[in-house]
Each structure stands twice: as C-alpha cells, then as structure tokens.
C-alpha cells in the first residue's frame, strides 16, 4: 500500500488558483491509477478528478472540469491537482487516493476502487 501526504491547501478568495500535491511513498505508486476527493462540512466524499497508472486517461467530476487539472510524475511518486477559478462552494477537505488493482486502464471514479488515502489538505474558498 501506499502512504500518502497531502500539501498545498489553504484559504484563498474566490477565482484564485491553488495546486495540490500529494507525495507517494511506495513502490506501486506509478503502477496504480491515482484520484482527489473531497468532502465538504456536513456532506459525503466526492470524487474529484482521477488519472490511470500511465497518465493515458484522466476523469473529472462535472464541478471539476474546466477549472482542475489533474497530473501526475511518476519518477517522483507526485500527484498534482491544479485548482483554478476557485468557487465557494470548493470549500472541502481534500484528499489523494491510491487505486487497488495494478495497471488498471480505465479511470476510476469510485471510492470503493481506491485502497490508500492521505490525511487530507483543507482548502477554503472565501467569497
């Protein structure tokens, strides 16, 4: 399994820009599909974003596309989430996650089908 450390969060207004990271240490990291969840106060984890092992397929939530982008650097056990055009309603607890199955080719979208979460990373958007 994965051990996995969120960083990057913090209070910003509304529209600015926030970039994730989450460090891997393990020795799957570049052989699994990785994700970003959150949760919000009050609400269910919600998916995010999430890319396959290679970086070949990449998903996001509706609230996600076309303001985050979701990378990864397999050679330094990195996940990236670059957050732009920050919204209020981004406000949540996000976390990185780790997928079950090795060189897994489609994206998953499912909580269920991550096996290692980080702590998590606040971020809060003011308006």
């Known amino acids: 399994q994965e051990q996995l450390k969120e960083s990057g969060g913090g209070l910003v207004q509304a529209g600015d820009s926030l970039r994730l990271s989450c460090e891997a240490s393990?020795?799957?990291?570049?052989?699994?599909?990785m994700g970003w969840f959150r949760q919000a106060p009050g609400k269910d984890r919600e998916f995010v974003a999430a890319i396959t092992w290679g970086g070949g397929s990449i998903d996001y939530a509706d609230s996600a596309r076309d303001r985050f982008t979701i990378s990864r650097d397999n050679a330094n056990n990195r996940l990236y989430l670059q957050m732009d055009s920050l919204k209020p309603e981004d406000t949540a607890v996000y976390y990185c996650?780790?997928?079950?199955?090795?060189?897994?080719?489609?994206?998953?979208?499912?909580?269920?089908?991550?096996?290692?979460w980080g702590q998590g990373t606040q971020v809060t958007v003011s308006s």
């Open positions: 996650a780790a997928g079950r199955r090795l060189f897994q080719n489609d994206v998953p979208t499912s909580a269920e089908d991550f096996g290692s």
């Open positions: 393990g020795r799957t990291f570049s052989r699994v599909a």
